[in-house]
């Protein structure tokens, strides 16, 4: 299908640019507190000025601009993602949501319209946590959820999130000050829409160009230790041994096969370490992590008990201990069915189809669900390959995202929410 641009060149060629701010010169790295997240902050904030957008970064370090409504009594509207990306990053996660919603803000603009709500859009900071290891903290810090303690958090040179923000010319104290409503007393937030590329294959696979979310998927980590004996690997029968990197290899693949074929179940098996690590020893000690996530509670629940039974049932057949130490527990974020009505309408004025699926990574969103109604519009992204330089997006299919995300601010009925 062809389609005339109206946003894409101009987002497009704001990624590229964005794309370019980075910690270190080989690959797109921008973390909390560093010289590029400033420089991404000036570049996008002034972009948000150019729109039309009161422009200030809060206490935190968030990128904020407003559009109030005529109506000072109005409720408000937030939009946005975040702006920081993993280590050698992709240059769509997050990015995409902020500029395309610049461009709809713009157009709104243009178009002389009058909104019956204000518009707040957020360039969230630190939602990947690659730094310091502590995610959300831009957007747990807008719903009034920060916890002081991750001003502990260090990162891999030593360096605290509290002297970070120092640097960067913060005062933790500042903090507070982001919780919503933040400088105006009484402003009722009315929703929270996310644009976000998918990061999963399910909308191509599908030759879908955009997608409704209906919920962003829970989660529960375990790291696990098989304890068993470590042995000459020439003289130890097959029948005397306790292997404790077998133990977990059995473990890994039970939690393939229970994850499989239930819809929004997905169970990961991201880091294994045997030791002692040589090639002639049997291996007396096996790390691993567990990651289980689901769209309904209920069936994430269920199907990490069953793997925690099975880790103690391998451990006893293979005569070696389990120590299963709890990492994460984060309940599902379901989006608003009003919201995703809202969207479906909104895909469906692009003259395009488009599916429901739950997302499996976390969003800002799932923090802002704290103040108020979520809903996240996904697009598409070649392969399905995110977290990489090679994410990559089709103009056409940013042009189709844009235009449903200004269909729906511009039909958006606050009074709907709240009836």
Not at 18 to 31: K, M, N, W
Not at 194 to 216: F, Y
Not at 302 to 322: G, Y
Not at 387 to 404: G, I, K, R, S
């Amino acid at each position: 299908m062809s389609v005339t641009p109206i946003f894409s060149d101009r987002v497009m060629a704001r990624l590229d640019e964005l794309g370019r701010i980075s910690d270190v010169a080989e690959h797109l790295t921008r973390t909390t507190y560093t010289p590029a997240h400033k420089q991404a902050n000036n570049l996008v904030g002034g972009w948000m000025r150019e729109a039309g957008l009161h422009v200030h970064q809060d206490g935190i370090g968030n990128l904020i601009g407003r559009l109030p409504a005529v109506d000072n009594g109005a409720p408000w509207l937030m939009l946005g993602s975040h702006l920081d990306t993993v280590r050698n990053a992709g240059k769509y996660d997050g990015m995409l949501g902020v500029i395309a919603a610049i461009a709809c803000v713009e157009e709104i603009r243009k178009q002389g319209l009058s909104l019956p709500f204000g518009i707040e859009l957020v360039g969230f900071t630190n939602e990947e946590g690659t730094r310091f290891g502590t995610a959300m903290t831009g957007s747990r810090a807008i719903a009034g959820t920060f916890e002081p303690a991750m001003l502990a958090a260090k990162d891999r040179d030593g360096i605290s999130y509290e002297q970070a923000m120092r640097e960067f010319g913060l005062d933790p104290a500042d903090i507070a000050s982001c919780k919503w409503p933040a400088d105006i007393a009484g402003r009722k937030l009315a929703a929270f829409m996310e644009l976000h590329i998918e990061q999963g294959p399910v909308l191509e696979a599908n030759n879908l160009a955009l997608g409704v979310v209906t919920a962003i998927s829970g989660a529960r980590r375990y790291r696990v230790e098989f304890k068993g004996l470590a042995g000459h690997a020439g003289t130890v029968p097959m029948g005397s041994r306790r292997d404790a990197l077998l133990a977990a290899a059995e473990a890994a693949l039970y939690i393939e096969r229970r994850c499989t074929g239930t819809p929004t179940l997905v169970g990961t098996v991201g880091q294994m370490e045997a030791l002692p690590g040589a090639v002639n020893v049997i291996p007396g000690l096996a790390r691993f992590s567990i990651d289980i996530r689901a769209g309904v509670d209920a069936v994430r629940d269920l199907a990490a008990d069953d793997v925690l039974a099975e880790v103690q049932a391998i451990a006893k057949r293979r005569n070696v201990e389990a120590t299963v130490t709890p990492l994460y527990n984060s309940a599902a974020t379901p989006c608003d069915p009003r919201l995703m009505d809202a969207v479906e309408a909104a895909i469906k004025a692009q003259n395009v189809p488009g599916m429901h699926l739950p997302s499996g990574a976390g969003h800002d969103a799932m923090t802002i669900a704290d103040l108020c109604p979520v809903g996240m519009i996904f697009m598409r992204c070649t392969r399905g390959i995110s977290h990489n330089p090679l994410e990559a997006v089709l103009p056409q299919d940013v042009e189709l995202a844009t235009a449903a995300l200004y269909h729906f601010i511009t039909h958006f009925d606050p009074a709907a929410l709240a009836a």
